[in-house]
């Protein structure tokens, strides 16, 4: 999606003046299978580049979300403890998972572009 | 110790821990703790664990899962465990088997939980070949349609653990504790 940048872990954020909105992607959804269970942070709380803040759960696997960028998280989705699939059926629209106020603006040029991140998806697929 | 040459063999070299009748929390506090903090690949056989002790997954609601009253009558202990998956008593005629790996230990695994279960299930083929029919049913591993073991993964962002409690022997009674899930394969 354009307008966003990209983890190699697979996590999305859009930076939109003082907030950043992070999720997980189309390509991490689709590999994880359906979401039954969110765990996320209170806000309030930090977030760090490159370590975890969270967790899904889908076929009977926690996985670990991690955060792209650091900062103080401002809002957690709410409906995702509700509905969890959110994260399957709108990864980068309603499924949103946490919303940031960066600390180091900076890491947000570490990360992927759209095409850059699509390449990545693909290499990473076809290699396994 | 890693051996870098055994990268090029294909399978993962692991160190294995056996362990008999280990509390089932103390093999719990292990497998997180070598999950997050080591770097190496382990493998874990746990020959029973001591009292009947109840293990829900991380989302498991013990309202919906759990006869609670029982449970509380006659103080089953009830543990959350950090992986996913459903509840299950465990007792000493349970055998418990882990993996936890780097997400390089295994060529060409992608770390997403369909592919780590499908590797899981392929090595236990070759354990229980010949003994039943063996598969893996709908992410349960099943003799036929009779499921006899549960397992349960955690994914993190370098490395995962599978684990499994196989049903070597089971007190019919304990099951009792447990209800069924509202959510469960049609097969069973």
Known sequence: MDGLKYANSHEWVKHEGPVATIGITDHAQDHLGEVVFVELPEPGGSVSQGKGFGAVESVKATSDINSPISGEVVEVNSKLSETPGLINSSPYEDGWMIKVKPSSPSELESLMGPKEYTKFCEEEDASH | ?188
Request: charged fraction near 20%; glycine fraction near 8%; charge should be positive.
């Open chain 2, 1 to 188: 110790m890693l051996i870098p040459q055994t990268k090029n063999i294909g399978l993962p070299l692991m160190n294995l821990m056996r362990f008999k009748g280990l509390p089932i929390l103390q093999q719990l506090h292990i497998e997180e703790q070598l999950l997050r903090t080591s770097s190496e690949n382990w493998c874990i056989v746990n020959d029973g664990t001591n009292d009947p002790t109840i293990v829900m997954g991380v989302s498991g609601k013990p309202a919906e899962l759990l006869e609670i009253e029982s449970v509380l009558d006659d103080q089953v202990p009830v543990i959350r465990r950090f992986t996913g998956g459903g509840t299950v008593i465990v007792d000493h005629g349970t055998v418990f088997v882990t993996f936890i790996c780097n997400k390089e230990a295994v060529p060409n695994l992608q770390p997403y939980p369909r592919p780590i279960m499908s590797w899981s299930s392929s090595l236990y083929s070759k354990v229980f070949q010949g003994i039943g029919d063996f598969h893996l049913r709908e992410n349960d591993y099943v003799f036929g349609n009779h499921k006899f073991g549960g397992n349960a993964q955690s994914i993190t962002k370098n490395r995962w653990i599978h684990h499994t409690s196989f049903l070597w022997d089971f007190n019919v009674q304990n099951m009792s504790y447990l209800k069924h899930p509202k959510r469960a394969p049609a097969y069973r």
